[in-house]
């Protein structure tokens, strides 16, 4: 098929399947950056828009991830929080675990280990809040929005106004958790271990790594996909 270089990030996202993974191998922001044109997506990561209009063109491998922009919202919600909400709540304690072991061996020749040890229990309890907030309260509305307009019956209005207003919210939050871990990667130098590192050392740099990888695929359902969803049903409510 024919990708046309003038859409979004984030409509590419959504249309190909596969496109997240060619995103994240590439170094181009599709969740928090979804707003900008590939083009101007590709000059912003230093990279030839031919080189990916090839890849985003070439045919894309079977779908394991299941089709998110129509399956129900509650599998979608449901998802998320079996992937990447565990994922966020399993890996962080060992994140910081591992930063405080190698910081402690490694901070007086590698200083950045403090910062990005920081920048990290930081990032670490506004995730853990954030999930929070979204399964308490934005999650649960949408579960009983979509049920409600099922049963052919009035929505019941929520205490936030409109659903608008927390999705608003939540992406403000995601945002700033981008803008730590693009801090986390420069500081790191790419998540790239430097030659006198320990196993746990680089243990840590591929957690980072990953951790940011999920990261990126759990904005980009929420903001890109789960969020326009939600409003878009509540505006035909």
């Known amino acids: 098929m024919r990708v046309d270089a003038a859409k979004t990030v984030r409509e590419l996202a959504v249309e190909l399947p596969h496109a997240t993974r060619v995103f994240e191998k590439l170094g181009i ?7 900008k ?11 030839p828009v031919e080189q990916v209009l090839e890849s985003l063109q070439t045919p894309a491998p079977p779908d394991t991830e299941g089709e998110w922009n129509t399956a129900p919202l509650q599998s ?8 990447h909400h565990a994922f966020v709540r399993a890996e962080i304690p060992r994140l ?45 509305y949408i579960i009983e929005m979509e049920q409600t307009l099922a049963q052919r019956r009035p929505v019941r209005p ?32 790419g998540f790239t271990a430097p030659e006198d590192a320990c196993i746990s050392y680089q243990t840590l740099y591929r957690a980072l790594a990953d951790f940011e990888a999920d990261l990126h695929q759990h904005i980009h359902l929420e903001n890109n996909i789960l969020f326009p969803r939600a409003v878009q049903m509540e505006n035909g409510a």
């Open 158 to 189: 929520p205490m936030f106004g409109t659903v608008r207003n927390p999705v608003q919210m939540m992406m403000m939050e995601h945002d700033s958790a981008g803008a730590v871990l693009r801090a986390i990667r420069q500081a790191s130098s």
């Open 76 to 83: 979608l919600i449901e998802h998320i929080l079996a992937r």
């Open 96 to 140: 910081e675990a591992l930063l405080a072991k190698v910081n402690s061996v490694h901070a007086e020749r590698h200083p950045e280990l403090g910062q990005i040890q920081d920048s990290f229990r930081g990032l670490g309890q506004e995730l853990l809040m954030h999930c929070m907030k979204e399964e308490q309260i934005l999650f649960p």
């Open 29 to 35: 922001d599709y969740c928090c950056g979804g707003g």
């Open 37 to 47: 044109s590939l083009e101007q997506a590709c000059a912003a990561a230093s990279v």
